[in-house]
């Protein structure tokens, strides 16, 4: 399976701007650009997209594992922010902080903690990235 995602690039890396598409058209022409990355400018960034991966990537690795488990998720939820720290001469992301929380009825602590820290382990995303990844996990009522 190969997923693809074009980015378009005009101007400097200050001043210019660009634009991401991916094949399933969720992002089409979405603008990005210095003012997106760095400040708040309306418009999405490659770290903003890492991070919305690797939630997405994660969630879904942990609902597989729960129903592997023979329990199912009324709801999992789960914010990934992504750190991006100078590095030299440019930048690099430097950590992912999961934060779950999951209401799993019939799943005990123990057993949501083993599984929330497979799923982090064997995401494909977590797997890709070269960064520290930390999960903070509760199980709600």
């Known amino acids: 399976m190969i997923r693809k995602a074009r980015a378009v690039w005009r ?9 991401l598409t991916t094949d399933s058209g ?27 991966a690797h939630a997405g990537c994660f969630t879904m690795q942990l609902a597989f594992l729960i129903q592997r488990a023979g329990a199912q998720a009324e709801e999992l939820s789960t914010e990934a922010a992504i750190s991006l720290v100078p590095d030299g001469e440019g930048f690099k992301i430097d950590r992912s902080a999961l ?43």
């Open 11 to 19: 101007g400097t890396g200050k001043d210019g701007n660009g634009d």
């Open 26 to 52: 969720v992002l089409s022409a979405t603008p990005y650009s210095f003012k997106t990355r760095f400040e708040s400018e309306p418009g999405t960034n490659p770290e903003e997209l890492i991070a919305a």
């Open 99 to 141: 934060t779950l929380r999951a209401k799993v009825p019939g799943l005990d602590q123990a057993k949501f903690e083993e599984l929330a820290q497979a799923a982090e382990k064997s995401c494909p995303v977590s797997r890709l990235l070269n960064a520290e990844i930390t999960l903070d996990a509760k199980l709600e009522a």
